[in-house]
């Protein structure tokens, strides 16, 4: 897959927000703060459409590789829920992919929302997987964020302290730093099997950024591969 494709995938989030803020602003429904371009869904829809050609270009066909439709997968505390990029491989889910954003003003209302989500969605489905509601073979999990670099974002601080005192790893970081941990650490601690992270401002010629190239998409995208070709070795069904 080549960078530049990867790289309009990321701008195009920031036309489609841009558009639908526009959209709900002319029609008098214009949502508070820069939430107007966020509730009308499908900014990451270019994103997701490349991974998924990840999985057809390797041979997996298109009822397989499910992104709007289809995507919906049983939870353990929760009945269900949808994820962004579900692919199967006779009858045994293959990979399930998560793709998220967090753009300003405010950054620290919803950094913790962001974790939260994150861990949580995949503790679900890996307790779903072990109480038997995914069939037989183990889930792959893909993780993928996109926040904005922004005075907000970027600006280093350290986190308030309670009655313990924080890990000293999160001492005089950003938000982008604290965003790379958690990658990071959703993979080492075996909730997710591949994360990515992507920075980027608004402006239509801003650099696409990855900020650590052990959480960048080259690796993200390799470690499907990697997926792919696990899959590839298992036995055919009897008929």
């Known amino acids: 897959m080549d960078q530049r494709s990867f790289e309009e995938a ?23 703060g820069g939430r107007g371009a966020v509730t009308g869904g499908a900014h990451l829809d270019a ?20 992104c709007k439709s289809g995507v919906e997968l049983p939870g353990y505390f929760r009945p269900t829920k949808k994820w962004d990029l579900v692919v199967l ?10 793709l998220k954003s967090h753009v300003g003003p405010s950054f620290s209302n919803n950094f913790n929302n962001r974790n939260e989500e994150a861990i949580g969605s995949a503790v679900d489905l890996r307790q779903a997987y072990d109480h038997g509601l995914l069939g037989r073979l183990r889930p792959w999990l893909g993780y993928l964020l996109l926040v904005e670099e922004a005075p907000g974002s ?14 000293p790893a999160f ?12 990658c990071k650490r ?5 909730l997710y099997d591949a994360t990515c992270l992507v ?3 608004r402006e239509a010629d801003a650099p696409v950024r990855q900020p650590d190239p052990e959480i960048g998409f080259a690796a993200f995208v390799g470690a499907i591969v990697a997926r792919i070709e696990e899959i590839g070795l298992l036995p055919q069904k009897n008929n």
Not at 89 to 98: D, M, P, R, S
Not at 154 to 167: E, T, Y
């Open 199 to 201: 920075t980027s401002s």
């Open 154 to 167: 970027i600006r280093k601080g350290r986190p308030r302290s309670g009655s313990f005192p924080i890990d």
């Open 47 to 66: 994103m997701t459409e490349l991974l998924a050609n990840v999985f057809r270009d390797a041979g997996f066909p298109p009822d397989a590789v499910r």
């Open 89 to 98: 491989h006779e009858g045994q889910l293959v990979a399930a992919i998560e």
């Open 171 to 182: 001492a005089e970081t950003s938000y982008l730093d604290r965003y790379a941990f958690l």
């Open 186 to 190: 959703l993979r080492s601690a075996g």
């Open 10 to 32: 990321v701008r195009s989030s920031w036309a489609v927000r841009e558009s639908q803020a526009a959209k709900k602003l002319l029609s008098g429904r214009a949502d508070t």
